[in-house]
């Protein structure tokens, strides 16, 4: 158990569709980092937010959004799912260090 | 922007033999790190290994170490004594002195054969 946890594991919906992810960071760890892994686009960063507040965005489309509540989870929105959109998305979390994040296991998107 | 680059997208080892994965990156600045991540079969990421641009000295932890050439941008990692449970994806990636996320190669296949 690396400390970040994400929630659901597995995620099935049909296009059109709109989901939440969930990640909580490892206990102390400020920053929340979205990844996406597709087969074809490898690691692709989406997002992250420092204590609530949105410090930088990526290769994030428009459909997709993020928030950082106070208890310092953080949900990754997704709406009008395509099929392109079927990944794994990874939550990390860091530290006031640098030496690398702590990832989450995952969760997968499979739109249908 | 920075890149990272992983020419080899997939090696070969045998068992107890050692293996190096080649990455390199394009970066301007002169203080950054360094990373190596493991995604075995599970797809978690796990931190093998990690290297400051201002350390001239390559980074070992156990059976892992890198060889890193700042003036080529050139950062490989070493696996000795290879085992099975070594074979994953490996990813090699950059973070910025002054930025926070991370930029990944686009992997190397590691199969270990007994």
């Known amino acids: 158990d690396s400390g970040v946890t994400q929630t659901p594991k597995h995620l099935i919906t049909a296009t059109g569709q709109r989901v939440t992810l969930r990640c909580s960071p490892r206990?102390?760890?400020?920053?929340v980092y979205w990844y996406q892994q597709s087969l074809d686009q490898g690691l692709q960063f989406l997002i992250h937010?420092?204590?609530?507040?949105?410090?930088a965005k990526g290769n994030i489309l428009e459909r997709f959004s993020a928030q950082q509540f106070p208890d310092l989870h953080s949900e990754l929105n997704l709406s009008s799912l395509e099929l392109g959109d079927s990944a794994l998305y990874f939550c990390?979390?860091?530290?006031?260090?640098?030496?690398?994040?702590?990832f989450g296991s995952g969760t997968r998107l499979t739109v249908v | 922007a920075q890149t990272v680059t992983q020419s080899q997208p997939e090696m070969s080892v045998q068992e107890a033999e050692t293996v190096t994965l080649s990455c390199t990156y394009d970066?301007?600045?002169?203080?950054?790190?360094l990373f190596w991540y493991k995604q075995p079969p599970s797809r978690q990421m796990i931190l093998v290994i990690r290297?400051?641009?201002?350390?001239?000295q390559n980074a070992t932890e156990n059976r892992f170490s890198v060889n890193f050439q700042k003036a080529a941008k050139s950062f490989s990692l070493k696996i000795s004594d290879s085992q099975l449970g070594d074979a994953a994806m490996y990813f090699c990636?950059?973070?910025?002195?002054?930025?926070?996320?991370?930029?990944f190669g686009a992997g190397t296949i590691l199969r270990v054969k007994s």
């Open positions: 970066t301007s600045e002169s203080d950054y790190y």
């Open positions: 290297q400051e641009a201002y350390k001239q």
């Open positions: 990390a979390s860091s530290g006031t260090n640098v030496y690398g994040y702590t």
């Open positions: 990636a950059y973070r910025s002195e002054y930025g926070n996320k991370l930029v």
């Open positions: 937010y420092y204590n609530g507040e949105e410090r």
């Open positions: 206990s102390g760890d400020l920053s």
